[in-house]
């Protein structure tokens, strides 16, 4: 029998590094006209509440578009969330002051997608790496200097590389140096935002094992946002899934590819490709468009394209409760198979 015990209740029984409870954001969209008296909103995340604990990873998975990287960024406050709230070591983000919230960001940084826009070209990567430390008085220039250079070295890069510009080194390394800047005030928490999607598959390897490392070495937190399943799996402690602004299923690593229960995962699951050319795998393929955030289907937001949509799943949204071992599912008929 499946327990109804809400996501909110259970994860309150740990300690964690980061809470997430009923995050919010909405992105306003302009009038059409000079008589347009409609007030619309994107719904890109609409109450997602999860739980990171220290020393973990918690892979976010799901298609373009579903407010994985919202999630992120309104965690971060690099956009402000529309409600909600988010704790880090116990305090509430969201309430705090702009004076308050820069000196809080040196427990949480962010590496983002793509190593060649989020690097300045006009300054050499000794300056962006010394930057943090200036901007946050703990050190003094020729201090940060000498730490950039230990950090470069940390990340797997030749202290050498100090004088250099961003336009010098390939995709792989621009990351790496993206990694030693988001290391330098010391975090215990990082957001990795697709942070290997632009790279080569082999490059990608690099970057997940330099985390892996940099994580036993530093006892880092990771939220690893994603749509690569295989990535995340190599990474990830527990993998959450997000469908249209919603959190649909959340569980251990192994739970999730074992035992999936929503069908929207065990769709995602189904469309990797196999290790052998050879294995002939069962493709559970949807049907029909990704439905519009400004507009989201009644009930489940799922069921206009869920080969096990009933009347219910119209009608009434299903609450995200354990179905046991602290595996989360957002569905009205969760089980692991089509039927």
């Known amino acids: 029998m499946t327990k109804q015990t809400t996501a909110q209740d259970s994860l309150c029984q740990k300690e964690p590094l980061v809470s ?81 919230l820069r000196r809080a960001r040196r427990d949480f940084q962010i590496v983002f997608q793509d190593p060649y826009a989020s690097l300045n070209p006009r300054k050499m990567v000794g300056s962006i790496i010394s930057e943090p430390f200036l901007i946050q008085k703990m050190a003094t220039k020729q201090e940060a200097a000498q730490h950039a250079k230990e950090l470069l070295e940390l990340v797997g890069l030749r202290a050498e590389f100090f004088d250099r510009y961003p336009h010098e080194f390939s995709g792989g390394q621009r990351q790496r140096i993206c990694f030693a800047r988001a290391l330098a005030v010391q975090p215990s928490f990082l957001v990795c935002d697709e942070c ?107 069921h206009t394209r869920c080969y096990r949509a009933q009347p219910i799943c119209s009608q009434e949204e299903p609450p995200l409760t354990d179905c046991g071992g602290g595996h989360f599912c957002a569905c009205h008929f969760p089980g692991n198979g089509r039927t």
């Open 20 to 100: 997430v409870r009923m995050l919010k954001k909405y992105f306003p969209l302009k009038k059409q006209g000079l008589f347009d008296k409609t007030d619309r909103v994107v719904k890109a995340v609409d109450g997602v509440s999860f739980d990171i604990f220290p020393g973990q990873t918690l892979g976010l998975v799901g298609e373009s578009g579903c407010g994985k990287s919202t999630v992120g960024r309104s965690i971060l406050r690099l956009i402000e969330p529309t409600s909600g709230e988010v704790f880090f070591q116990g305090r509430d983000l969201t309430t705090l002051g702009k004076e308050e």
């Open 196 to 302: 290997v999607s632009a790279l080569d598959v082999s490059i990608q390897a690099q970057i997940v094992n330099l985390m892996v490392d940099l994580q036993k070495r530093l006892g880092l937190t990771y939220l690893f946002i994603s749509h690569d399943l295989r990535v995340v799996k190599r990474i990830s402690d527990r993998i959450a899934v997000m469908y249209l602004g919603k959190l649909i299923e959340l569980a251990d690593s192994g739970e999730i590819f074992h035992n999936t229960l929503h069908p929207y995962t065990i769709s995602l699951l189904s469309a990797i490709p196999p290790s052998d050319p050879d294995l002939v795998r069962n493709r559970v393929a949807l049907t029909g468009d990704v439905p519009s955030p400004i507009n989201p289907p009644s009930g489940c937001r799922f």
